[in-house]
């Protein structure tokens, strides 16, 4: 298994911010119409900044391991930083080779948050 490999299980197996903030500025949901799976966003925002972000829904590997990586780069982050959040900066932190169909499932948070009020 290679290191990326090994990030992305972890991610998946024990993803960061994955809860619901009580107070949130904005939420979103994203879902992928080929399987179902479903993203919902919370994000707490202070003087244009993250000041806390977390994720709920049902997702494979790639989408949960996504989710938590993402959230996890977010943290703290300007709200300028939030709206640099493409397709080809997730697949970049993912570090992996992603095939068509994956794809869709890596950017599944991209498309939630770009839905964020912020
Ligand atoms: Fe559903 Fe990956 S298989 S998001």
Same mark, same amino acid.
């Given at each position: 298994m290679n290191i990326y490999t090994e990030i992305i299980l972890d991610h998946y197996q =024990?993803?960061? =911010?994955f809860g619901e903030i009580k107070n949130p500025t904005s939420v979103s949901e994203a879902s992928n119409?080929?399987?179902g799976d479903k993203l919902k966003i919370f994000i707490l925002v202070e003087n244009k900044k993250v000041k806390d972000i977390k994720f709920s829904g049902v997702g494979c590997a790639i989408s949960i391991a996504s989710a938590s990586l993402i959230t996890d780069y977010l943290k703290g982050k300007s709200i300028s930083q939030l709206k640099k959040i493409n397709k080809d900066f997730i697949i970049k932190m993912l570090g992996i080779n992603l095939g068509v169909n994956r794809i869709k499932c890596a950017v599944l948070v991209g498309e939630a948050i770009s839905k964020l009020k912020v």
């Amino acid at each position: 298994m290679n290191i990326y490999t090994e990030i992305i299980l972890d991610h998946y197996q =024990n993803p960061r =911010n994955f809860g619901e903030i009580k107070n949130p500025t904005s939420v979103s949901e994203a879902s992928n119409s080929v399987c179902g799976d479903k993203l919902k966003i919370f994000i707490l925002v202070e003087n244009k900044k993250v000041k806390d972000i977390k994720f709920s829904g049902v997702g494979c590997a790639i989408s949960i391991a996504s989710a938590s990586l993402i959230t996890d780069y977010l943290k703290g982050k300007s709200i300028s930083q939030l709206k640099k959040i493409n397709k080809d900066f997730i697949i970049k932190m993912l570090g992996i080779n992603l095939g068509v169909n994956r794809i869709k499932c890596a950017v599944l948070v991209g498309e939630a948050i770009s839905k964020l009020k912020v």
